[in-house]
DNA sequence: TCGGATTTTTAGAATCGTTCTAATTTAGAA
DNA sequence: TTCTAAATTAGAACGATTCTAAAAATCCGA
């Protein structure tokens, strides 16, 4: 689970603005997430971990998540009574999530919508965080073609 | 926690057309969630419930709020790891999570923002449902005064 | 490079919110 | 009524997450 270097810069700068460590455990973590990026639950990432790392504890990836969304690399989704799941935030999108796969896909979020969603607030409420999430149906999948959203 | 007349109808038709028998449980607690339009935990709903009520149990409050749900008479809200939280669904909207204060405010949704942000999937993605929680700090509430939006 | 303070990891216990189980009660239909 | 199915109940069980306390790793300064 080695980063690629511009990740690696990215994992040590947002960890030391943050005055956390960079270890071997949240590295390796965070690295799984990149990797595939589907939408893993804290025991996908756990049982993925620890493939490569078999000493690491479900603790410490409990504990590498948390700093990792504190330190702004991952972000946390949850859907109606479904333990959380995680992605690497790249840019601030919603989810769709298949109530018959069980599937999570990405959703882009226009800028326009999100100047949107954020006006919609009277003034002197401070947005932290959005969270957008649909639930449905997704059309089959074909399973060799390329799919709308981003599938994962 | 007696219905008034308008929401007992509404009450007995949503649960008749699910096939499900208006018990004196769902009714109270559908009562309590009307009562006070706050967003009670089910361990609130529960406490509440008992006040009037105090033979009700807590798997009977869940089983409650359940079918309340799937009559669509009560919608739940969910926000990061917090316990699930029951409102009366009037319409659709928004909420907003003060992390301050752990209070949600409901944030109304023009019609165009929905129609915006169902037309955010590609067709053949069939939506049940959808969520958009803001999670911030609401303005220190005066107490006396109008909050904006909805206090809850 | 070493030593010590501090942070992190770890295993397992504990906790929280929620669901399940099996027995009893209730509602509704005949 | 009487029968059957549905709903309620208390408590056990469960899944996800957090806590605890001890061991290990990291960082900093000498």
Redo the contacts with the bound molecule.
């Keep these: 689970m080695k980063l690629i270097p511009e990740f690696k810069l990215e994992f040590d700068e947002a ?1 030391e603005k943050m ?8 590295e390796h973590v965070y690295g799984v997430i990149l990797e595939k990026r589907d939408h893993p ?3 996908e990432v756990y049982a993925r971990s620890k493939e490569s ?1 078999p ?10 998540l ?2 990792l969304i504190q330190s702004g690399l991952v972000r946390s989704v949850n859907f109606d ?4 799941r995680y992605c690497p935030n790249l840019q601030e999108h919603a989810h769709f999530h298949c109530s018959k796969t069980g599937r999570v896909y990405d959703v882009h979020l226009p800028g326009a919508v999100i100047k949107t969603l954020e006006h919609l607030l009277p003034s002197g409420f401070k947005i932290r965080n959005f969270e957008l999430s649909f639930d449905g149906e997704a059309p089959a999948a074909k399973p060799s073609a390329p799919k709308h959203p981003t599938d994962s």
């Design positions: 960890l005055g956390l460590r960079p270890t071997r455990q949240r639950t804290a025991e790392m000493t690491i504890s479900l603790a410490t990836v409990y504990n590498c948390e700093t009574r479904e333990p959380t």
